[in-house]
């Protein structure tokens, strides 16, 4: 079956410019989280859904940072007034749950790059 | 709050060796414990996993072994090949009971290479 998919693949985008990423989790996950993984880093967690509701936004850097998931399905990450120190690849990921018992399953990312 | 702490990289080996990746952990209660891989041009995957104390988490024969009593989860392969040459992830997931329970914490990553 597909995967969690990610667009765009790669954005650039001007300094101060809005942007969003979209999220198509796997079928019927009803958990989907939000990283940010930059050159040569591991992936620092965001923001995780559970359903329609943030469960967890303790992540997201500022209040230009922001999350939605309206209908349990896709999320959309905006970012507002971006900074350079805003690019990175940008991963999502989706589990049947937030327990350890399932499996977070990753797209292959958003690379953003802020000019 | 919660941390991942990886022996640093790269690590470059000849096919056949051993090899092992240190990971050590900071966490309050029960964490879980996880491997993530990442090969060239692709995205995370889950190589294994442990959920409690003394659980050995193996795959492609590839194991870790979760010691509480050291607070590590040390990745570990008998022979290796071309093939395995990745970027590996150490990661643990907080319990229910915790307020990072649900998101994983990662560790910087090593770069492993292998060579014929």
């Known amino acids: 079956g597909a995967g969690v998919s990610q667009t765009p693949s790669n954005k650039v985008t001007e300094k101060g410019k809005y942007v969003e990423l979209r999220c198509d989790p796997i079928?019927?996950?009803?958990?989907l989280y939000w990283y940010r993984q930059s050159l040569g880093q591991g992936p620092e967690f965001l923001i995780y859904?559970?359903?329609?509701?943030?469960?967890?936004d303790s992540g997201l850097p500022n209040d230009r940072f922001f999350a939605v998931r309206p209908e349990g399905s896709v999320s959309t990450l905006k970012i507002q007034r971006t900074e350079r120190g805003d690019s990175a690849v940008y991963l999502c990921?989706?589990?049947?749950?937030?327990?350890?018992?399932?499996?977070?399953?990753f797209g292959p990312g958003t690379r953003l790059t802020v000019t | 709050g919660n941390s991942v702490t990886q022996m640093e990289g790269p690590v470059t080996l000849s096919e056949e060796a051993f090899l092992t990746i240190n990971c050590t952990y900071t966490?309050?209660?029960?964490?879980?414990l996880f491997w993530y891989v990442q090969y060239p041009g692709e995205g995370l995957q889950l190589l294994l996993k442990?959920?409690?104390?003394?659980d050995k988490g193996s795959n492609k024969g590839f194991e870790a072994t979760y010691r509480k009593e050291t607070t590590s989860f040390h990745l570990e392969k008998g022979s290796v090949q071309v093939s395995d040459s990745a970027v590996y992830f150490c990661?643990?997931?907080?319990?229910?009971?915790?307020?990072?329970?649900?998101?994983?914490?990662f560790g910087q990553g090593t770069i492993l290479t292998v060579h014929p």
């Open positions: 966490a309050t209660g029960y964490p879980s």
């Open positions: 442990a959920t409690k104390a003394d």
């Open positions: 990921a989706s589990s049947q749950g937030g327990s350890s018992s399932y499996e977070q399953y």
């Open positions: 079928s019927g996950h009803t958990a």
């Open positions: 859904f559970q359903g329609t509701g943030a469960a967890d």
């Open positions: 990661a643990l997931k907080g319990d229910a009971g915790g307020t990072s329970y649900g998101k994983l914490t």
